[in-house]
Nanobody, 128 residues
Framework: QVQLVESGGGLVQAGGSLRLSCAVS????????LAWFRRTPGKDREFVVG????????YSAHSVKGRYTIFRDNAGKTMYLQMNSLKPEATAVYYC?????????????????????WGQGTQVTVSS
């Protein structure tokens, strides 16, 4: 059974930075496309960033483009989200997600229903 465990959330001031981690166990890490979603109270989870199984291609929501970076360490079976220039509206529970991909996949889904595995989430709070 594939398990995802997020860490790194916390309280940060607006303009600051935070790095989230997602450790993956129980599966072949390099076979999965990965993504970060976030959810605020009363709303569905929204796509933030994603990375293909090869790590060659990454995708970002327009609202975070240029400020957030996703990367993966296949040897360490961990994915990361580096968040810079944080804004108060980034306050949310952040979830990592995984979906099995073909070797030559060139994209990752941006819809939560397309992902097979999820972590429990980590809270990020950005104060103004």
């Amino acid at each position: 059974q594939v398990q995802l465990v997020e860490s790194g959330g916390g309280l940060v001031q607006a303009g600051g930075s935070l790095r989230l981690s997602c450790a993956v166990s129980g599966g072949t890490f390099s076979a999965y496309g990965l993504a970060w979603f976030r959810r605020t109270p009363g709303k569905d989870r929204e796509f933030v960033v994603g990375i293909t199984r090869s790590g060659v291609r990454t995708y970002s929501a327009h609202s975070v483009k240029g400020r957030y970076t996703i990367f993966r360490d296949n040897a360490g079976k961990t994915m990361y989200l580096q968040m810079n220039s944080l804004k108060p509206e980034a306050t949310a529970v952040y979830y990592c997600a995984a979906v099995a991909q073909d070797l030559n996949s060139r994209a990752v889904p941006d819809t939560q229903g397309d992902y097979e595995y999820w972590g429990q989430g980590t809270q990020v709070t950005v104060s103004s």
